[in-house]
């Protein structure tokens, strides 16, 4: 089945330093989540993007609907250790409908 | 609180057994859905729903069998014919045009 390109695959950073997230697909969607999963946990969803263009916040994390549509972005400031995880992105290419195309997951691990 | 339960937290399957994990939602949503995840791997749509006595197979259905009797809840069953069953099983719900809302997870492993 389709999945969405997240890059990159995997990461360690330092406590304190910003990260960088992206997501791209071939085909255009209409709305973009980010998720967070914690070791042994269901993911949880951090932001939700619904226009070309849109960038949000959510504490230290900022997302951003890319122009083209087939793709978004996650950075988070000033890292620290419980941001450890994995991060996905969702994205649905119909409005009206239900399922989504999950990404194959950033995994980060900081560094104290 | 209005969630998405899941039933239990660990299992543990002999060979040749079918095991069922419960998936139980109170949110009212209309769409349910069954993902398996394999250690370092992303998440693999095994079966979902959209409406009550209606399923649709995901990309890795097979071995797997489901019913949706009732909105609110989902079963999965993990049958003799899954050869690989050791793995973490998320179930999600949503309503339209929604984001997913996840349960906290069932591991299944094979003993």
């Known amino acids: 089945g389709q999945q969405l390109n997240q890059s990159p695959q995997s990461m360690f950073i330092q406590e304190g330093e910003d990260v960088s997230m992206n997501c791209t697909s071939s085909?255009?969607?209409?709305?973009w989540l980010w998720y967070k999963q914690d070791p042994g946990e269901g993911p949880v969803l951090l932001i939700a993007?619904?226009?070309?263009?849109e960038l949000t916040s959510n504490g230290r994390l900022t997302a951003q609907f890319g122009i083209t549509r087939k793709d978004s972005f996650l950075n988070i400031s000033a890292s620290i250790p419980s941001d450890v995880g994995i991060y996905f992105c969702?994205?649905?290419?119909?409005?009206?409908?239900?399922?989504?195309?999950f990404g194959t997951g950033t995994r980060l691990k900081v560094l104290a | 609180d209005g969630g998405i339960t899941q039933s239990p937290k660990y299992l543990f399957r002999k060979e040749g057994q079918n095991v069922t994990l419960s998936c139980e939602q109170n949110?009212?949503?209309?769409?349910m859905y069954w993902y398996r995840q394999d250690p370092g791997q992303g998440l693999r749509l095994i079966y979902y729903s959209q409406i009550v006595n209606d399923f649709q197979k995901g990309d890795i259905a097979e071995g797997y069998s489901v019913s949706r009797e009732k909105k609110e809840s989902f079963p999965l069953t993990v049958t003799s014919a899954q050869k690989n069953p050791t793995a973490f099983y998320l179930c999600a719900s949503n309503q339209v045009s929604y984001g997913y809302t996840f349960g906290s997870g069932t591991r299944l492993t094979v003993v």
């Open positions: 949110l009212n949503h209309d769409a």
């Open positions: 993007l619904y226009k070309a263009g």
């Open positions: 969702a994205g649905q290419g119909l409005s009206g409908t239900y399922k989504y195309i």
């Open positions: 085909s255009i969607f209409n709305t």
